[in-house]
C-alpha cells in the first residue's frame, strides 16, 4: 500500500519558516516526479512546487518563487518544502503527491498518490 505522509505544519507568524516534510512509503519511487500543492478554504488546490526524480530540476509557482524551496532525499524516500517568508496567503492545507513519470506537471490531475495534508496556518 503506498503511503505519503506529510508532517511539520503548524502556526507561524508572518515572516517566519516552516519546513514540510513528506515521507513515501509502499513502493520505490524511482523515476517519479513529486510535488507540493495547497488548498485555501473556499478555493481551488493549487500547485505550489515540483521537483524531478533526480532532484536537477525544481518549479516553482509565481506566489511562491523566492521564499519555498523544494528539495528530496531518494535514499530517505523523503521529500522537503523549506518555506520561508511566510504570508497570511500562505495559510491553506499543503499536501504532496507523487506523479509515474520522469516529467513534472503542474496540474493536480496529472498526480498518482496524494498524502492527507498538513495545515499551515501563518499570522499576521
Known amino acids: 500500500q503506498v503511503q505519503l505522509v506529510e508532517s511539520g505544519g503548524g502556526l507561524v507568524q508572518a515572516g517566519g519558516s516552516l519546513r514540510l516534510s513528506c515521507a513515501a512509503s509502499?513502493?520505490?519511487?524511482?523515476?517519479?516526479?513529486m510535488a507540493w500543492f495547497r488548498q485555501a478554504p473556499g478555493k481551488e488546490r493549487e500547485f505550489a512546487a515540483t521537483i524531478t526524480w533526480s532532484g536537477g530540476s525544481t518549479y516553482y509557482a509565481d506566489s511562491v518563487k523566492g521564499r519555498f524551496t523544494i528539495s528530496r532525499d531518494r535514499a530517505k524516500n523523503t521529500v522537503y518544502l523549506q518555506m520561508n517568508s511566510l504570508k497570511p496567503e500562505d495559510t491553506a492545507v499543503y499536501y504532496c503527491a507523487a506523479r509515474g513519470s520522469t516529467v513534472v506537471s503542474y496540474y493536480h490531475y496529472n498526480y498518482d498518490y496524494w498524502g492527507q495534508g498538513t495545515q499551515v496556518t501563518v499570522s499576521s
Open positions: 509502499g513502493r520505490t519511487f524511482s523515476g517519479y516526479a
